[in-house]
């Protein structure tokens, strides 16, 4: 699976939009981008994905660049809960139980403050 | 939906013992579990791959004869950590897929001590 770089950590004001870049230069063309968050001893939440469009949730918004060497992770009105480690991960899918592995690097650490 | 729970949250054992944390998906059938383990201050690491029904694969290093992983049903993994000692001491994180979608759920993580 192809690695990934990302900033070690990041601060936002609360209310403002956290834009998390990712770098994955080596990414292969059945290889997705998720995105995940550990908030201090709990497991990581599932927060989005993507292959090669651009994804919106409730959560987030996930943009890929054309060339998809590289995304960015936007909450767009952060909040004090925000704050956590945000790993980028690229991984593969081929169906069914054929699941790539998620290697998870150091992540970026956002601190959200009032 | 996608709701993975694990059991115990927390587990503080002698050193000699054994101890078997439980995952759980509680909304969907999980075809594949993975559990991982971390370090304090570290990244997870994963430890192995289960498929129901399957014997489980290892990754590199980690010592299947210590770290036994049952996953019987579609619904729950078993991680049973034996003869524990304090550097197995760590956060034991499962994650599950439900082999539709291309998305694996993580549980909330059991804190393991070793005295």
């Known amino acids: 699976d192809a690695k990934t770089t990302q900033p070690p950590s990041m601060d936002c004001a609360e209310g403002r939009a956290a834009n998390l870049p990712c770098n994955h230069s080596?990414?292969?063309?059945?290889?997705?981008v998720y995105w995940y968050r550990q908030i201090h001893s709990q497991g990581p939440q599932y927060i989005i994905h993507?292959?090669?469009n651009n994804e919106t949730n409730e959560m987030a918004s996930l943009i890929i660049t054309e060339d998809r060497k590289s995304s960015t992770l936007i909450l767009p009105h952060a909040t004090l809960r925000d704050t956590a480690v945000y790993y980028c991960?690229?991984?593969?899918?081929?169906?069914?139980?054929?699941?790539?592995?998620?290697?998870f690097g150091q992540g970026t650490i956002l601190t959200v403050h009032p | 939906g996608a709701v993975v729970s694990q059991h115990p949250s927390r587990v503080i054992c002698k050193s000699g013992t054994s101890v078997k944390i439980e995952c759980r998906s509680l909304?969907?059938?999980?075809?594949?579990m993975f559990w991982y383990r971390q370090f304090p201050k570290k990244s997870l690491m994963l430890m192995a791959t289960?498929?129901?029904?399957?014997?489980?694969?290892?990754e590199q290093g980690v010592e299947k004869d210590k770290f036994l992983i049952n996953h019987a049903s579609l619904t729950l993994s078993t991680l049973t950590v034996t003869s524990a000692h304090p550097e197995d001491s760590s956060f034991y994180i499962c994650?599950?897929?439900?082999?539709?979608?291309?998305?694996?759920?993580f549980g909330p993580g059991t804190r393991l001590t070793v005295l």
């Open positions: 994650s599950a897929g439900t082999g539709s979608t291309d998305t694996q759920y």
């Open positions: 080596t990414i292969s063309g059945n290889e997705y």
């Open positions: 993507g292959l090669k």
């Open positions: 991960i690229v991984s593969k899918y081929a169906g069914g139980t054929s699941y790539g592995k998620l290697t």
């Open positions: 909304d969907f059938q999980a075809t594949t």
């Open positions: 289960s498929n129901e029904g399957s014997k489980a694969t290892y």
